[in-house]
């Protein structure tokens, strides 16, 4: 499960991260990833039985002095754990990744890495930051495709009426389905406006900017659904 929780904390913030604590006592993710988080949405997340069942990626003092950052919870224990930052970034943007193992002490299930990132968001009318997009990207699975089976997602910011094609090296596939929305602001907010300010037409709100990117070599992909793309009443 992948999620950007949003770090507006002005914007009811209990009450969303109720919304999303709801998707996971649903589902039961083995791994869930987050991204835009604060220590106080952190606090909250702790404060929901379901924390427990979760081992947790250390948030390093760095990480903390950042307008917000990326987590990884697994039901499995995280091992190797790393944070890398991007060279490219002018906002502290960093990946993370972490090897679980379905079944410790097997040697017929083999490790998988797991990492998540938010890469630098555009900012329109400018910057864009395509080309950071595109090189933090590049270099992230670049440097992942060391291990022989990987899980990358995120909110990679991907806006396929501007990026370029998702860099896959071999190996590598797409796991989210092309066409299938993954931000539609209309799924949570009836009316397609902020602050009174600006009003925006649905299909502009509609982008894939998560994606799920894969180098499975000793596994095979089952399926991949949307969650959460019903309005969960946070007026």
């Known amino acids: 499960m992948s999620y950007n929780v949003w770090s507006r904390e002005d914007v009811v913030v209990y009450k969303r991260m109720q919304a999303i604590s709801r998707l996971v006592y649903q589902h039961s993710p083995d791994v869930i990833f987050f991204q835009e988080m604060t220590p106080y949405i952190l606090k909250i997340f702790q404060s929901f039985s379901w924390w427990k069942e979760y081992h947790s990626s250390p948030i390093s003092q760095e990480q903390q002095k950042e307008k917000n950052f990326c987590m990884m919870l697994s039901k499995f224990r995280l091992e190797n754990y790393a944070c890398w930052k991007f060279t490219t970034t002018a906002t502290g943007k960093s990946y993370l990744e972490a090897d679980i193992n379905l ?63 998702f860099p896959l090296p071999d190996g590598w596939a797409d796991a989210s389905p092309s066409g299938r929305w993954t931000y539609d602001a209309l799924w949570n907010e009836k009316v397609g406006e902020f602050g009174g300010a600006y009003r925006a037409s649905h299909k502009s709100l509609q982008r894939r900017s998560d994606r799920f990117v894969c180098k499975l070599n000793d596994y095979k992909q089952g399926s991949i659904v949307t969650i959460g793309d019903q309005e969960v009443g946070v007026k």
């Open 103 to 165: 079944c410790p002490g097997s040697t017929t299930m083999k490790p998988i890495r797991i990492a998540t990132t938010q890469l630098e968001c555009p900012c329109p009318p400018e910057p864009m930051h395509c080309m950071e997009r595109y090189t933090q990207a590049e270099h992230a699975v670049t440097a992942l495709s060391s291990a022989e089976n990987v899980v990358f997602g995120g909110d990679m910011c991907w806006n396929d009426d501007t990026d370029l094609p």
